[in-house]
């Protein structure tokens, strides 16, 4: 007799054979399977999120507990990057003779890149793993059903507004991200120089244009929406009990990341075609 | 608040002889196996019918169909006379508001507090916005069930008997017509199983209710059916009052009863 590998309402029938091709059809098989109820997660979160109600005090809470909540990690992280990139960065610039670059070079690291992503990983993190680890416990101790008998939907309660508030948060952690990291570069370029606030910030006010700022911010909405949706996703449909939550949590971080990267990288490629 | 045993087994009314709940040739598949075969079974108004039965044979499965967190695979489920099968999904609602269900974990939502609890299915079931009706039934809820003193703290302070007796008043204060209860008394002590008990007899008399207990719980039975089921191999095998079945010859019914 075959053995079933079941994920939710999918099953896949693995017929006897040899053990390493069995595996990796299953692997395969699997992978398929995940990226189906992955796509058909995400078709219905478009589709719920234009339905009433909108859980307009649900989508406050959760920004406040995903965004502000966040505040004092994202303004340390922010903080050190900023002020360990000015000092590493010196030495380079220093052997060319173009100290004086320091601030637009840092600012545009920051601002174009190093901030959303250093916030998104932070951000995947923190919060990518809280989603997880919340619902998957949520679903193990029978509360999701609980929602459903109250007459309330759980995916637009616990998933859209979670999702939503992740989306609207992220940017607004990353421009606090890049405000703190360019405070901790002028911090960084004062250890060892004596450069004023009014001329380290001109000189980063001059290099930095709404081209490195506009995209970079916007990617930050993709970021902020991948984490959100598979932090939900894995803890929606994670397996039943306690084995079940460690996992969701873990794989939203991995795979929260991991979008991160792969978003990042279109983005930039998106970017450099439209500025061409 | 919570009456001694010998008062309650007196509130054991015989119920009316409507049905409230009739289920026809239910049948539940999960992938290749089969769950729940054949099920056939009628619960009367103000009726507490317990169904027994080993350990994966389909009881919570049985009930969680009966309130739609589970899709039935065949068969016919009328619920207060309304055949689910033929309903739209507001209507569905409707038919779904008037039904309670106390989860085996109490299932409490571990974010909010005790009031917080027990003011969500107002807001959420019967749309409720004023504040002061609200406190007033929340108030009310958890006298019922004698925790006044828990409605500001957290569920995560309450031990297993208290989170039960918070979901029961969760699931009660919006007073449903028909309560599933899954294993009300799984994983407490004797004395606060017999408190449950006793209180899913109040509830039986006061809120005229009609209940199907899903138990292992024989004390539990004794005190609380009217009825009883026993399920065994995805049909309802057996069934009779408690006595009945408990001086029954049959040694595989008698196993349960020891």
New interface residues.
């Given amino acids: 007799m075959g053995k ?1 590998i ?1 994920n939710k309402s999918l ?1 896949v029938k693995v017929e006897p054979g040899n053990p390493s091709k069995i595996l990796a059809d299953s692997v395969f098989k699997n992978f398929f399977i995940e990226v189906y109820s992955m796509t058909a997660f995400t078709f219905r979160f478009f589709k719920e999120v234009w339905k009433p109600p909108y859980e307009i005090n649900e989508i406050l809470k959760q920004s406040f507990l995903i965004g502000y909540k966040s505040l004092p990690l994202i303004a340390i992280t922010g903080f050190i990057i900023g002020l360990v990139l000015t000092i590493q960065s010196r030495p380079t610039l220093a052997k060319f003779g173009a100290e004086s670059w320091l601030p637009a070079m840092v600012a545009v690291s920051i601002i174009r890149e190093i901030g959303p992503v250093i916030t998104a990983l932070i951000f995947a993190g923190k919060v990518g793993s809280g989603i997880g680890a ?1 619902l998957a ?2 679903n193990v ?3 999701i ?8 939907n759980p995916f637009k309660y616990l998933v859209v507004t979670r999702i939503l508030s992740a989306t609207l948060m992220l940017p607004i952690l990353t421009i606090f991200a890049d405000v703190v990291g360019l405070f901790g570069s002028y911090m960084g370029v004062n250890i060892k120089g004596n450069v004023s606030a009014h001329l380290y910030f001109s000189q980063v006010f001059q290099s930095v244009t709404f081209e490195d700022i506009l995209p970079a911010i916007f990617k930050t909405l993709f970021f902020g929406f991948a984490i959100g949706l598979i932090g939900c996703y894995k803890g929606y449909n994670s397996n039943k009990g306690t084995e079940g939550v460690g996992k969701s949590a873990n794989s939203a971080v991995v795979f929260g990341s991991l979008m991160v990267f792969v978003i990042d990288m279109i983005a930039v490629q998106i970017t450099s075609l439209l500025q061409n | 608040m919570i009456s001694d045993e010998n008062e309650s087994i007196e509130t054991l009314e015989s119920p009316e002889n409507s049905a409230v709940i009739e289920i026809q040739n239910l049948k539940k598949d999960f992938g290749n196996k089969t769950v729940l075969r054949d099920i056939n079974l009628i619960l009367n108004k103000g009726e507490n019918l317990v169904i027994l039965g080993q350990s994966g044979t389909g009881k919570s499965v049985l009930i969680k169909c009966i309130v739609g967190l589970i899709q039935i695979d065949e068969g016919k489920l009328i619920v207060l006379g309304e055949d689910l099968s033929t309903l739209k999904e507001k209507e569905l609602i409707q038919v779904y508001r008037k039904i309670g269900f106390l989860f085996q974990s109490g299932a409490l939502y571990d974010s909010m507090t005790v009031r917080e609890n027990l003011e969500f299915p107002l807001k959420r079931q019967l749309r409720m916005k004023n504040q002061e009706e609200m406190d007033l039934l929340v108030k009310e809820a958890l006298h019922d069930v004698g925790l006044d003193d828990a409605i500001d703290k957290s569920p995560s302070e309450l031990s297993g008997g208290m989170r039960k007796r918070l979901g029961l008043a969760r699931t009660l204060i919006v007073k449903p017509e028909i309560m599933l209860y899954d294993e009300p008394t799984t994983g407490l002590d004797p004395i606060t199983s017999r408190e449950i008990s006793n209180l899913i007899m109040e509830v039986q008399k006061n809120h005229t209710t009609s209940s199907i207990i899903i138990t292992h719980d024989i004390e539990c039975a004794r005190l609380t059916a009217n009825r009883i089921i026993v399920i065994k191999d995805g049909v309802c095998a057996v069934e009779g009052i408690f006595s009945e079945l408990e001086n029954s010859t049959d040694p595989w019914i008698k196993s349960f009863f020891e």
């Fill in positions: 079933t079941s099953s919340e416990s949520m101790t029978e509360q059903d609980a929602m459903q008998v109250s007459d309330t």
